[in-house]
């Protein structure tokens, strides 16, 4: 083990893949902030575990997203959902599009209170190819942006953004491995090398209305209030979300609280001014055999605000398994907690349950070794016959996806 002076003087456990001593929050710490600049790099590793391994979430500040790029990307948000709703509309996603523009949205079977625009990784991996050339054509589908006279320079500043997200998380993504004692060039780290490659990730922008639950036509009968978002845990690696400064809906489950999800048990996320708030997905937790935590989380609505929100969903490749680090189990004794899962396979059927109501929203635990699930058969199958260099297409899966768990 190391053991690093920490910033209020006492002395913590860095815990890397050969100690078992995973460092514990305290009972009344906030959200962590932790400073990308930090020059003690054991230290900063140290609070990288701590995030990973408790909440799930950190605040980073010092992130290196150039501000100005970041106040360009807010305006021009802003100005795409402020186009007429026909305009927004005519670029709405379907089942065999993945991407674009969508008010619908299911979350666990619940409609979510926002609008929202999906933008990914282009299936060539060249932003100048034009969207719907067939060579960008890949499991999540074509991005579709507004013309220039309709929202002048939204592609040119996304697709800034969305790069400068990626080579963030591709940097997260590598502190995180060496916090849990992964050296560099190792074996171990080859995924992240890949991920680096051939990574499928997206950048949501999402608006929430006010919601005002004294008008009649807001509140079903019945139903609890709506939410921006129900609770849910993000599928991907990782998570890098740009919150309005003065937004305070987001909440994450207390750790403590072993993500029941109870309403005592929902902590808000205060965003501080310049910083991305960070937060680990399904695939880390695998990859880690369960060391770092993918949290539960929800977005509260607002009876007044409108607001914004954008996460960029780190992904690794359609083709990539998951399987827990060798550094995570046999090196520490540890018994293999997961069965590799089939990143196209996972996020096909999270589409799906977004946009459908399937009859299944797949989860980690399906993957658990001592769970008798039939996902594990059923990715065989997936993975025979997809083809991820098109246009996933929920009905031409179904057969395979409809699950009788």
Known sequence: MTVISAENGQDEVVVMANNSNIPK?????????????????EHLLQ?????????????????????????????????FFSMPYETKLSLKRNAQNARGY????????RRDWKEALDVGVPGSRNWDVADFDESNA????????????????????????????????????RLMARALGITEGSEDEQILDRMALDHTSYLRMNFYPPCDLNDASTVIPDDPPPLGISPHRDAGFLTI????????SLQVARYEDSDLGSENSWVTVNPLPGAVTINTGDMAMI????????????????????RYSSPFFYNPGYNELISPLD???????????????LWGYFRALRFAGDLTDLGVEIQTSHFKMDNKSDHIEKQDKFQKVVNFEENFNVEKYRSILESND
Not at 102 to 109: G, M
């Open 138 to 173: 890949c499991l999540d589908g074509f991005n579709q942006f507004p013309t220039q006279e309709d929202c002048p320079n939204f592609r040119e500043i996304t697709v800034q953004y969305f790069e400068e997200c990626a080579k963030l998380s591709n940097r997260l993504a």
């Open 102 to 109: 969508f008010d619908d949205e299911l979350t666990k079977r």
């Open 25 to 41: 929050a305290k009972e009344h710490d906030e959200i962590p902030v932790i400073d990308l600049s930090n020059p003690n790099t």
């Open 241 to 248: 979300l740009l919150q309005d400064d003065d937004c305070h």
């Open 327 to 341: 550094c995570c189990c046999f090196e520490k004794n540890k018994e293999v907690k997961y069965r590799p899962c």
């Open 47 to 79: 609070q990288i575990l701590r995030a990973c391994t408790t909440w799930g979430f950190f605040q980073l500040i010092h992130h290196d997203i150039p501000m100005p790029l970041i106040q360009s990307y807010r305006e021009s948000k802003a100005r």
């Open 287 to 306: 990859w880690s055999n369960g060391i770092f935590r993918a949290p539960l989380h929800r977005v509260l609505t607002d009876p007044t605000k409108k």
